[in-house]
């Protein structure tokens, strides 16, 4: 069964449907004209119906059950990826997926929030919220990748943590703030790219780094826009009123100091060309990857320090 489809993205899910038809009832033969005006309007709605895209229309366009995730980047971005499973103290959390790649034929580390296309997926990977054993085997390979001088490459996607009895009996919060220590001082360059949620303490346990890239489309944010709305007016329907609130888009985020690029993605979401959307995070992580190569370990790691000391420093006149 299809997900349903967002009510500010049914007329440009409806002129797809139709150009698909279109498409298949001229396979091989020269666009009709009415093809050819089909496609047109697409593409106006789709500049239409972005130009207007509020915050919190942009986190349900984050969350889009089409939208590329971390192994689809990996697939598309690295090369010979070996998955490394298991914290070596429980278990293996299906909702972090970690291991080592060649990236423009150098090795380097790859870890990432998993989340499942269908419902035996989405229950697998426990809708790509991890739990201590995820933050565990994450660390596991990022000091495996210090020892060896690999670069670590992190990707962000999760609604957060996950908030279970067994989570918290496990330690949760202990393996989140462990990984921020450890990554805060790990020697070896971090480049993070937020590709779609960025859920509180369970998006940043995988996501202290050098730099940190951002899709355009994606949040990143303290809390979810439905969290805060429940905590702070006991109503969830005031998520859009949240959502302005917590300056959660990527532009919020470049101009508050906390991502370092924004990176572009095709007309309509990431969902709409995967593969355009994969060449693009390639090229951030090569271009940013190229720079902080040539950083010493120690002054790498102090520069990491001061970057996220300064964060939320504001300025008053």
């Known amino acids: 069964m299809a997900a349903p489809t967002l009510p500010f993205l049914e007329p440009i899910e409806n002129l797809r449907a139709q150009i698909r038809e279109l498409e298949e009832a001229s396979a091989g033969s020269k666009p009709s004209p009415a093809l050819v005006k089909m496609r047109r309007a697409l593409s106006g709605t789709i500049d239409s119906v972005f130009s207007t895209l509020t915050p919190y229309q942009r986190c349900q366009v984050a969350r889009h ?58 229950l697998h990977r426990n809708f790509g919220m991890p739990r201590p054993e995820g933050y565990r085997k994450a660390l596991r390979i990022m000091e495996l990748a210090a020892r060896y001088r690999r670069p670590v490459i992190s990707f962000i996607d999760t609604p957060g943590a996950y908030p279970g009895i067994d989570a918290e009996e496990r330690g949760q919060a202990e393996a989140i703030a462990f990984n921020l220590m450890e990554m805060a001082r790990l020697p070896v360059p971090i480049v993070v790219v937020v590709t779609g949620e960025g859920g509180s303490g369970g998006a940043l346990g995988l996501g202290v780094g050098d730099r940190i890239l951002m899709l355009e489309h994606a949040v990143y944010s303290v809390i979810s826009p439905e969290g805060c709305a429940a905590i702070l007016w006991k109503d969830q329907a005031r998520a859009e009123d949240a959502a302005r609130a917590l300056r959660l888009t990527a532009k919020d985020l470049k101009s508050l100091g906390v991502i370092d690029e924004i990176l572009p993605e095709p007309a309509g979401g990431a969902h709409m060309e995967p593969q355009t959307m994969a060449k693009t995070v390639e090229t951030g992580i090569r271009r940013h990857l190229k720079q902080i190569r040539k950083v010493k370990p120690d002054t790498l790691i102090a520069r990491r320090y001061k970057k996220y000391r300064d964060m939320g420093m504001v300025s008053v006149r």
């Not at 697939?75 to 070996?82: H, K, L």
């Not at 997926?97 to 090795?107: E, K, N, Q, S, T």
């Open 65 to 122: 059950q089409d939208r590329p995730y971390t192994l689809d980047y990996v697939a598309a971005v690295f090369s010979d990826f070996t998955e490394l499973h298991g914290d070596r103290r429980f278990a293996d959390d299906p909702a972090v997926v970690a291991g080592f790649a060649l990236f423009d034929g150098d090795p380097v580390a790859v870890i990432g929030h998993q989340k499942g296309r269908d419902t035996a997926a989405k």
